[in-house]
């Protein structure tokens, strides 16, 4: 029994560990440098907006249409850790390779980014569904969040060690070096999961006549047709595909953000997103707690609550002080929605469907991304131009105008997904899980 605690103990801190790395990725490519560095330096303007957006929305549009085949194709030759390294390695690579975009080259820093992305958001498919084989349904909740908690230290770390040289040296050279030493970073990070993690499942043998895309593709036609058994994860589904558009569009416009309407540099920006994920391990931890106590629905109606709150208060503020305090507070909020939804997809999947489950939380998810930052990038650059035109307002005055017009979106979709929210049983979503009709040997 004892070995068996220390054997668990040991795939915990693997599987926050692979979190520590690639919540690094998150910090530096999507936070706090290369989405600033790209909208600013590489496109320049409000154009760097809509671009921005666009290429997000190109890696999410991939990865929902690939990650449900995937998902079921890893469960039934049980090689989620293989899937794992190629889209990981995809991701290291095509990161340091950020290293060779400069001033101008828009298609290049798009293209890289775009694989860069795929790779972080389609491992992560096949990282979340490792969570029910190492961990019960009552400890669900508190490793999913220490994995947020340990990640968000991930982002920390590297974001610290990356802003001493930027504050020392400065210049262009030394934030392209900063996407190297991610790469490397994450790269790292990765390997106690690679060598620590055991799968549980066994690779099932194929059927004459069958091969790996075809079982894949029947498994999730099977089940399709047994959705109605699932109708309230469907429905968490629905939900999550909205709200997880307004969580999204502020993480990936928040460098931008804070740019544009309060001027930051980007050591301030650095800064801003540091304090944002300290906040995040404190969020991460506690909602984890607040949901295993009162019910992860409730904890997570309550997070997406307080982060519209903040988004509206958003519109306020008129001071860097007042954007720093923001930061903070949306840091708790945001970590408390991403891990109790990650937590509850666990909790809803059939023994044995857990890849194909999270692919199908990937399609909301990733669809979401693909639809949330197009929509901000796309109104915060096209009101830009109708305050400049209509109103005669000056170029940066104009793009203040535009992003916080942008802002009042990302309230939108959060309310509209806790609206659907409201209406998901977790108590029935929990017990169909237990009496699906769908064997994992199908």
Partial sequence: MLKKLKTMNREHLAWYLYDFGNSAYAAVVLLA?????????????AEGSRLWGI???????VVAVTAPVLGALADFSAAKKRFLLIFSAMCWVFTALLFLVGKGDVLMGMVFFILAEIGYRAGQVFYNSLLPEIATPDEMGR?????????????????????IPILVVGGDLVVRLSFVFTALYFAVASIPLIRWVDEKAQKQVLPAGENYL???????????????????FVKFMVAFLIYNDGILMALDFAAIIGAVLFGMTQQQLIIFMIIVQITSVA?????????ERIGFKAALSLSIGMMTAIVLAMLLIRSLTGFFVIGALAGFALTGVQSLSRTMVGLFAPQGRSAEFYGFFAIAGRTSSFVGPTIY?????????????????????????GQRVAIVSIAVFLLAGLAILAAVNERKARQAAVASPIAATD
């Fill in 33 to 45: 440098i290369y989405s600033a560095y790209f909208k600013g330096q590489v496109v320049g303007g």
């Fill in 55 to 61: 290429s997000v929305g190109i890696a999410m549009l």
């Fill in 143 to 163: 490793v999913s969040g220490n994995g947020w908690a340990i990640g968000s230290f991930g982002g920390i770390l590297c974001l610290m060690i990356i802003l």
């Fill in 214 to 232: 075809s079982i894949a593709l029947k498994r999730l036609r099977r089940t399709l047709q047994s959705v109605r058994h699932f109708r309230e």
């Fill in 283 to 291: 969020g991460a931890y506690l909602f984890g707690i607040i949901g």
């Fill in 377 to 401: 990038g796309i109104v915060a650059a096209e009101a830009a131009l109708w305050f400049q035109a209509n109103r005669g307002l000056p170029a940066l005055t104009a793009e203040q105008a």
